[in-house]
């Protein structure tokens, strides 16, 4: 027999993003490029859009602005189906790689577009990659400056290409007026395991992912963050070649059991848009420190 569904509200996060666009790929497909790459996330963003209508789920959609440029309508079926938009900046280049001034430009040039397309304010930011890191503390007072309200830009796990392990777990103002809302971690042994999604969700068995974010629910009593790709959903996407056996194995893993476990995820939880969660009052203990 199957548990009861937990009732606290956790929050679904989607980084809206084509498979050729992914950091782990740059070196092999240059920016030049993206133009004439076969594009999928229409597709995948309308499968994602058909399993949250199915499931009566609502997300918040972080969305690049090269995509909302070149897909309007994409950004408006978002909207239309009550689902939050928010900024993943514009031309997905990791917080690293950017000096401050061009940092600030993309993140601002991202949130004016969006909110011209979707005609509604863009509150939330998550940066490519987790790329917010002690190295460039200076990035959270870009985003506050560039006026979002909260970010979604870290990961608190040991990983070779982002993460900050010792950052809080739970939500917390990193900046005046600016709430860090970090993806969700199970913490066990002193230390935090993956519990947010991501490319562990293809690789755990899903029953395993399950019981991280129950954990998080009922011992921590929080509400978890979760996120995923819309090209996680597309075992047909093209194969990029030239990429190390890491890389393949990271990109192209389980592609082909998303789907099935998303649907799994979409029913054994109840999931929001972040803004309603965190901004609106929702989250399950707010008060509490992390
Ligand atoms: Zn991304």
Redesign the pocket.
């Known amino acids: 027999m199957r548990a009861s569904r937990s009732h606290i509200a956790n929050a679904l996060t989607i980084?809206v993003?084509d498979y050729f666009q992914v950091s782990a790929l740059s070196p092999h497909i240059a920016r030049s490029e993206w133009e004439r790459m076969p594009c999928r996330v229409e597709r995948n963003i309308d499968t994602v859009l058909a399993l949250l209508a199915e499931a009566g789920s609502k997300a918040t959609f972080f969305t690049l602005g090269w995509i909302a440029e070149r897909y309007p309508h994409l950004v408006r079926n978002i909207v239309a189906e009550g689902h939050e938009l928010a900024s993943?900046g514009y031309h997905?280049r990791r917080i690293t790689d950017q000096k401050h001034a061009e940092f600030s430009e993309d993140i601002r040039t991202a949130k004016a577009l969006l909110e011209d397309v979707a005609g509604i304010e863009v509150k939330g930011y998550r940066a490519?990659?987790f790329s917010v890191s002690k190295a460039n503390p200076w990035a959270f007072d870009c985003i506050a400056a560039a006026g979002y309200r909260y970010s979604s830009s870290v990961y608190p796990i040991r990983h070779d290409h982002y993460g900050m392990p010792d950052a809080p777990r739970f939500p917390h103002q990193s900046r005046d007026g600016l709430l860090e809302i970090p993806v969700t971690t199970a913490r066990f042994l002193r230390t935090n395991f993956p519990a947010g999604g991501g490319g562990y969700f293809r690789l755990m068995p899903y029953a395993l992912s399950r019981s991280l974010i129950r954990r998080v629910n009922r011992i921590d009593g929080r509400s978890a963050v979760f996120y995923f790709h819309p090209w996680e959903l597309d075992p047909g996407q093209p194969r990029v070649a030239g990429t190390s056996l890491k890389t393949r194995f990271r990109h192209y893993l389980n592609l082909h059991r998303t789907e099935p476990r998303l649907r799994s995820l979409l029913r054994d939880f109840a999931w929001h848009r972040i803004d309603q969660i965190f901004l609106d009052g929702r989250d399950a203990a707010p008060t509490r420190a992390s």
Do not use: L, R
């Open positions: 980084d993003e993943h997905h490519p990659s």
